[in-house]
Each structure stands twice: as C-alpha cells, then as structure tokens.
C-alpha cells in the first residue's frame, strides 16, 4: 500500500492512499462467493451461479460493499504505519477506482501537534486549606432547620420576605401570552432567589385572595431565549400565606425527624467531619486548577478545533441536562456556543498537558490501585465490589473511573515536584475557585 502525507495545516494533514489492485480482486471474490450462497437465482441452484452472472446483477453493490470495507481499513493501517494519532473522524473524498487500477483516495486528519512540556519542578504555589469554625457548623444547623420547617397559614397579615406563598400566575410579553395556560397553587418562598428576585418580590404585601400586575425584567442572560431581554407582565393571585416554624434540634428532633441515632454533640462532629472533607475537596481542586492554568500559560500550543468543538458540544449538553431538570424544555433554552469556547480550550489544553505528563513519567495504574479504589467506592455505595464493577461496565462508566484514576494519579506526581505552601482561609474564599 502506497501512503503520501502531504502538510495542510500546523495540525491538518492530508493522507493520499493507493490500495493494490489485488486487495480489491480478494475482497471482490470473497464478496461474490458469499452472495452466491445467499441469493436465488431462476435456473440455477444456490451456490452454483456463475460469477458472470452475478456480476451483470449485482455489481454496483458488491463494489459499493468492498470498497465501504477496504477504503477504512486501509485508513487505519496507514494511520499505525506513519505513526499518526489523529482526533475526530477523518474526511474521506477523492475516491477513484477504475477497472484493472488500484484505489486511490485521500484521507484528511486533525492530529494534536507535538509540544514539549517546559519545567515546572520546584514552581510555588499556595493551596488554601478551609478553616472550619463554630459559625460554620451553626449555618449548618440552620440550614437542618430551614430542611425540616414546617409552614402555618397567616390570615392577618400580608405576606412579606421569607414567607411561603400559594400562587397563581400568567405571563404576558406584549400582550401575548407565554404560558399555555396560568399555573395554578404554585409554592414559593420569598426571597428564596429559587425563581426571579424580581418576581419573588411582587408577592410582598399582597393579602390572601389579592389579585395583581406587577412587571419583571429578564436578564439577557437568562437561559429560556424566548424571555431574555424581555419585560414580562405577570398577573397574580395569592391563595396562601403561610409562615415557616422552625424546630429547635435536639436528640429527639435527630432521631424524630432525621431518622438518625445521634446526640447532638455527634451531629455536630459528623458534619465537622465533613465539612472538612468537603473543605480538602475543594482545596483540592482550587489547587489542581492554579496548577493546570499555570502550566498552559507556560506550554502555548495550538489544537485541533475538534476537540475545542466536541468540549463545547460536552458543556452544552451538560447546560441542558441540568436546565432540563429545572423544569426547563428544550426549544426555551438559550444557549450561545461561544459562551463556553473559552473553558472549553482550557479544559481540553489542561488534559492534553496531563497527558503528555503522565507519558513521560510513565504513569500506569495498577491492577491493585483499580481495586482498592473500586473497594473504597463500593462501601461508600454499600454494595459488593463486583456488583458495583458490572454495573459501572454497563453504564460506561468504567472507563471514565479508570481514566479518573490516572489523571488523578498524574496529578499526584507533578504535586510531588512542586514547592506548596499551605495557609489557612475562610471557607468562602475556596466556594469560588481560582
């Protein structure tokens, strides 16, 4: 087989491949046999039509069906002979096949172009380690207590912040509608910020069984395109105006309510401990990003715009999985793809540059490693190892852990070779991280 590479672009490269005319006589023969075994023919027994004759019946098929098999076969094995690791599917055009002449065909690929990872050993960084205080456990508390309330209907007052409200309610954008129809006993706590703070706000001093207009601008950010940059008249109605009641916690409260056979001296250690876990966490990956953002500021590198488009295809698949959730259908959402171009080139630069690292050092994980983490998440998940193996390898999951493990193990080792400094900060200062 005959293989030029000719140079299209820093990443682009164009194979042109020859097939010998002998692989397309085999693959033709094999392919006529096969039919002659399956089809019927008047006049003559299966398996017995001459060649000739299926060839005056079926010969733009059959050769539609050898060259759909060689053509790609003969993509990849010139791809492991030159070396080439190429990303996305290649671009296959300029297929000739003349009768007695070999194939020929070209091939366009991306590939990742080689880069070379400059020295970060020694290189200083600061990882922020949450400080976890007494008012961190009382937010805490209270949010236990905000979980478990209980509401009581109010007649004698108007309803005010804080308050959960019963309401109907219907949109209209100049003058048309935006709901099919008025939602009817909608539930809302004022002030929540679970909806509009606009919108939350318009119920405050409202009466039960009050009816009014009040108007709401959308950002134009917001995610339902249709309403984004738009000025919404709502006509409402307040059903209910109910006032939470919250509990105090006690040992009886824990396991009344919670269902759990705690004191509360032991509920407060329980989520010291894991506001602590959750606070390493988060240390973690503020640390992990400082690093990664630091070595694709000293390694510039272009990529191929597949991998920067698959990224972004990834984001807004997940922008719509969590907006689906929210109630939110698809032909509402607002979604502008260059919004995440930005991420999505830092996060596929940060994974290449893992993995040229984990190449050079030659990081492998190791059958034990697999099963002790494997181990670790299957009591988390109280079930037995092998179950949670066979479950994970139905979902497709597995190879995102095995992959999770590596890049983990990676990680690890560049930690290892940098200079870092541990101080300790409000918890706060890591929800956003860097």
Not at 30 to 43: F, M, N, Q, T
Not at 275 to 291: F, N, P, W
């Amino acid at each position: 087989m005959k293989i030029d590479i000719k140079e299209i672009g820093p990443y682009t490269k164009q194979l042109k491949i020859e097939i010998p005319l002998e692989i397309f006589s085999q693959e033709e023969e094999d392919a006529y046999r096969e039919l002659g075994k399956k089809v019927k023919v008047p006049g003559f027994r299966k398996g017995k039509i001459p060649k000739s004759y299926l060839k005056k019946l079926y010969h733009d098929r059959v050769k539609g069906d050898v060259l759909n098999k060689i053509i790609p076969e003969a993509y990849y094995k010139a791809v492991e002979e030159k070396d080439l690791k190429p990303v996305g599917s290649p671009k296959l055009e300029n297929i000739k096949h003349e009768e007695n002449s070999p194939i020929t065909f070209s091939a366009t690929i991306e590939i990742i172009p080689p880069f070379e990872i400059k020295k970060y050993e020694g290189l200083k960084f600061t990882k922020k380690i949450a400080k976890i205080t007494d008012e961190d456990i009382e937010r805490e508390f209270d949010y236990i207590k905000n979980r478990y309330a209980t509401f009581e209907e109010v007649t004698s007052r108007p309803a005010k912040e804080g308050d959960l409200v019963v309401v109907d309610f219907k949109g209209f954008v100049d003058g048309s509608s935006v709901q099919k129809e008025e939602t009817k006993n909608y539930s809302l706590i004022i002030g929540a910020n679970n909806l509009l703070e606009d919108f939350e706000k318009g119920f405050i001093g409202l009466n039960k069984n009050v009816e009014k207009e009040f108007t709401v601008t959308y950002p134009a950010s917001h995610a339902n395109k249709d309403l984004a940059n738009k000025k919404v008249l709502f006509k409402v109605k307040v059903n209910e105006i109910k006032i939470k009641k919250l509990s105090e916690i006690t040992d009886e409260f824990i396991k009344n309510e919670m269902g759990k056979e705690k004191t509360v001296a032991e509920l407060r250690e329980e989520i010291r401990q894991h506001q602590e876990k959750r606070g390493e966490a988060m240390s973690d990956t503020t640390l992990y990003l400082d690093v990664i953002n630091k070595l694709i500021e000293m390694n510039p590198f272009e990529i191929p715009q597949v991998l920067i488009e698959d990224q972004i295809n990834f984001m807004a698949k997940d922008f719509k999985d969590n907006m689906r959730l929210r109630g939110m259908k698809d032909d509402s959402m607002k979604i502008e793809r260059e919004e995440f171009s930005e991420d999505a080139v830092r996060v596929v630069k940060g994974e290449l540059i893992r993995q040229k690292i984990s190449e050079i050092e030659k990081i492998e994980i190791d059958k034990t490693e697999i099963e002790r983490e494997l181990e670790k998440i299957a009591a988390e998940k109280k079930m037995a190892k092998e179950k949670l193996r066979v479950s994970m390898q139905k979902d497709n999951s597995y190879n995102n852990f095995l992959n999770g493990l590596q890049r983990k193990k990676t990680m690890d080792v560049i930690l290892s070779k940098l200079t870092i400094k541990e101080v300790l900060v409000d918890r706060n200062e890591l929800d956003t991280p860097s």
